[in-house]
């Protein structure tokens, strides 16, 4: 990998581990609908902008529903479970947990799409399993309730993740395949659709002061939308064409560091031991699932 590539894959790692701090900046103060509403709403206006800049053609071919509903599922609702559990988790918790994405998809290509699991993945299952427990038992949050629910749902969400990656595959790339700029602009249209009509009402029964929202939040939610959203998609794109997916794959297991790293530089989170433990378990079980596999000779 070139050095530039390098750089944008560290760069594209920063803002999606930043997206977790902006999470935990905005949705204690908006509420979980109205920050994930918020963030596809914009993330959308970037996008569009940005196919506009680049003078993608708008040629979806039949399969602007399919991106529209793969959003639903790779951005509406993940974002509305991390958005949750942003309320009540630490930044470095909800990063860590995310990670835990290609684990699921692994589970899920086994359960649903007849995937093989090899006693290496198997492992892996175990260990990221392993390092859930150390975090949620041993880090620096108390184990209650409401920490057990914000766990639930960044784990639900990284599975919304793997499965929406299997839902491409079929509704997307086997089906002639479309630019990638105008699957993730679609997507997030499709978010936007599906989390309109919840911010509306939830704005009708506990309406938000927006008065008094201040200038910090509004900050961060531009932050994370136009950046953790828009300009990441983007990123991992150009890596993607750059330097294949399976290396653009690999940010999975920086995303973490930077989450742990802004919460603990920006907000002031503990930074402790379990942290590490459960990362690294969790970062173990990453290579036995994304390991490359091995080629053979032909005979």
Known sequence: MSGWNLLRLLLLAALWGGSFLFMRIVAPVLGAVPTSFLRVLLG???????????????????????????????SGLPFLLFSAAATVLPAGYSAILNATTPLMAALIGYA???????VVKVAGLLLGLAGVVVLTRAGPASLDAALLAGVAACLL?????????????????Q???????????????????????????????????????PASVWAALLALGLLCTAGAYVLYFQLIAEVGPLKA???????????????GWL????ITAAHAAGGSLIALA??????????????
């Open 286 to 299: 990453l290579w036995c699932v994304l390991r490359p596999q091995p080629t053979r000779s032909p005979p």
């Open 157 to 173: 969400a990284a599975a919304c993740y793997g499965w929406a990656g299997f839902l491409t595959r079929r509704w997307i790339t």
């Open 175 to 213: 089906r002639g395949g479309l630019d990638s700029r105008l699957v993730a602009l679609g997507s997030q249209l499709g978010a936007v659709l599906l989390l309109g009509p919840l911010a509306a009402g939830q704005q009708l029964l506990q309406p938000v002061a927006w008065g008094n929202v």
């Open 44 to 74: 959308a206006f970037g996008l569009w902008a940005i196919v506009l800049l680049m003078r993608v053609p708008l040629r979806y071919g039949g399969l602007f529903g399919r991106s529209m509903l793969l959003g639903a599922l790779n």
């Open 112 to 118: 649903a799409f007849g995937e093989k699991l090899d």
């Open 267 to 270: 907000l002031d989170e503990p």
């Open 249 to 263: 794959i690999s940010v999975t297991f920086l995303i973490p560091l930077f989450g742990v790293l802004w919460g």
